[in-house]
């Protein structure tokens, strides 16, 4: 009868040393699952923000040397992740490639602007910055139209 006890404690030692094991591992992986989903998610939210854009339109009188001074100046400001010019030319381009139609040869001259699209960083894409800080900061360049940008974020 004292084997069986001895037996029967050995199964159960090794039973609650096997299931503590299995518990610990489990839950180990599971907070790793977690962590891998956070970061992931937090990367993808990131990517997402930083390819929100605003469009500074440029107007047709804008002399070359504004302009150049005006992508520099967006390429240093720390709010700006990166910025796209975009021709008078290649916005036809664009246009004709998106909707099938070319206006120049209805009209008989180009009548789309140049324009730079202007990538925030994460931090800096919501509506609130972009009213406040980032839109008076440039709107105060010669030569800008509009600043056209998504007010629903």
């Known amino acids: 009868m004292s084997q069986k006890k001895?037996?029967?404690?050995k199964e159960s030692f090794f039973n609650l040393h096997f299931t503590s094991t299995i518990s610990i591992s489990l839950v180990l992986y599971m907070?790793?699952?977690i962590i891998a989903l956070y970061q992931s998610t937090s990367y993808y939210a990131k990517e997402s923000k930083e390819n929100i854009s605003m469009s500074v339109i440029l107007q047709d009188s804008i002399q070359q040397k504004e302009t150049d001074r005006l992508k520099k100046y967006l390429t240093a400001v720390p709010y700006i992740h990166k910025i796209e010019y975009i021709?008078?030319?290649s916005a036809l381009t664009e246009h004709i490639n998106a909707l099938g139609d070319d206006p120049s040869q209805l009209i008989g001259y180009n009548p789309l602007?140049?324009?730079i699209e202007v990538y925030?960083?994460?931090e800096y894409a919501n509506v609130d910055s972009i009213k406040k800080v980032?839109?008076?900061?440039?709107s105060h360049f010669d030569g800008?139209?509009?600043?056209?940008?998504?007010?629903d974020m």
């Open 6 to 9: 001895n037996k029967a404690k």
């Open 31 to 33: 907070v790793g699952v």
């Open 87 to 89: 021709s008078k030319d």
């Open 113 to 115: 602007n140049a324009s």
């Open 120 to 122: 925030l960083k994460a």
């Open 134 to 138: 980032i839109i008076p900061k440039i």
């Open 144 to 151: 800008i139209e509009e600043i056209v940008y998504q007010e």
